[in-house]
């Protein structure tokens, strides 16, 4: 299952995305977006997680948790159109 992650502080890296989705369960992969032109953090970022019951449950338990002082917007990931 993929998982937008929202509203991360500019200083989260992908390992601090990918350290907090671990203790759900297994995650393949932790991505945050970056602006194109100055390589800086745009806010949110995506995780990929293989177990859909272990990422329901960190979507449940992470949504509005406080991280790094912002609270997140976590959810399933819509398809791109």
């Known amino acids: 299952m993929n998982i937008y992650v929202g509203n991360l502080n500019y200083r989260v890296r992908e390992s601090d995305l990918q350290q907090v989705f671990e203790e759900y369960g297994r995650v393949n992969s932790a991505k ?5 032109d100055t390589g800086r953090s745009k806010g949110f970022g995506f995780v990929e997680m293989p ?7 960190a979507i449940s338990d ?3 948790a406080e991280f790094e002082g912002r609270q997140m917007v976590v959810k399933e990931a819509l398809p791109r159109p």
């Open 51 to 57: 177990n859909s019951e272990e990422a329901q449950k």
């Open 62 to 64: 992470l949504h509005d």
């Open 32 to 36: 945050v977006i970056k602006d194109r």
